[in-house]
């Protein structure tokens, strides 16, 4: 019984859970650039999994970690939506709130025989890469993975035999449906904690997560809009327009006549203020 406030539980420090959770017999060396940490991993194996204890050491150099094994560009690659394949493929990896879908294309890979053999190799070798990329990325939920179609039946059992089989070494269960009438194969993968990308970024401030933004064009007519609106409800001497450098630029030059047209349509002359702290689809008009 505790008075007051109290922990009740309290999950291990991140060293500590890495150790738990993913390390196993496939592990070589666990390498530990904080020498503090080091300790109390081999503490903490020495009770809890002894046999892990002899593959601990501390790493002692100058060099970051990280650097050294490649860990940035790994973090970097398994942040961006592109993934190239060793044969001149790729895939794209597109993960959104409702599932993740990731598409598989040749690239410049034209194979040395004929087309269905260039297919049939980049579906195998997308295989592989797609069973990597979901552990990297802990991707859960809905995954539909678009191959490139496949005419034949042989060739299209032999690329979800190897999924399957890459997926064996995956902790987190995953059942793989046949090939759709469509060529996609559906696949769910079960969540076990925040994606990658949810854990390490936020939606962007400037689209909210759309992933794009209007074109300035676009702005500039919503500003015309924006100014007859003004216009029918109130009677302003003259219009200042508050917009980002660019939406101005594109005023003055690709849609000067516009902006002519409306002055005269409009009987009211329009100013236009470049604000550098704007972002491209934030504009304000004041009325004068």
């Known amino acids: 019984h505790a008075g007051g406030i109290a922990t009740l539980y309290e999950d291990l420090p991140l060293a500590l859970r890495v150790l738990r959770d993913f390390v196993g017999d496939s592990v070589e060396k666990v390498r530990i650039d904080s020498r503090e940490s080091c300790q109390r991993m081999l503490e903490f194996a020495d009770k809890f999994v002894p046999e892990m204890v002899p593959r601990l050491e501390h790493y002692p150099g100058e060099r970051p970690i990280f650097e050294l094994y490649g860990i940035e560009d790994e973090i970097q690659r398994a942040l961006g939506k592109k993934v190239p394949l060793k044969s001149g493929g790729y895939l794209i990896v597109d993960q959104t709130e409702a599932m993740t879908t990731i598409d598989v294309n040749t690239g410049a890979y034209v194979g040395h025989r004929n087309l269905e053999e260039t297919i049939f190799k980049t579906n195998l070798e997308a295989a592989a890469a797609i069973a990597r990329q979901l552990r990297l990325r802990n991707l859960g939920g809905i995954i539909i993975l678009d ?68 074109t300035a064009e676009t702005v500039c007519y919503e500003i015309f809009r924006e100014l007859l609106r003004e216009t029918r409800q109130y009677s302003p001497r003259r219009f200042v327009v508050l917009a980002a450098p660019d939406v101005v630029d594109a005023m003055l030059d690709q849609e000067s006549h516009s ?30």
Request: aromatic letters at 6%; proline letters at 4%; glycine letters at 4%.
């Open 147 to 214: 191959f490139i179609d496949m005419v034949s039946e042989e060739h299209q059992q032999a690329v979800l035999r190897a999924l399957e089989k890459h997926l064996e070494k995956d902790r987190a269960k995953s059942h793989i449906s046949q090939v759709s009438p469509l060529g996609l194969v559906e696949m769910t993968r079960k969540r076990t904690r925040e994606s990658l990308e949810q854990i390490l970024c936020e939606p962007c401030p400037l689209c909210d997560g759309r992933g794009s933004i209007k």
């Open 259 to 288: 902006v002519a047209q409306l002055e005269a349509f409009i009987g009211i002359p329009i100013k236009f203020q470049a604000e550098a702290l704007y972002t491209r689809e934030q504009y304000d008009v004041v009325l004068m």
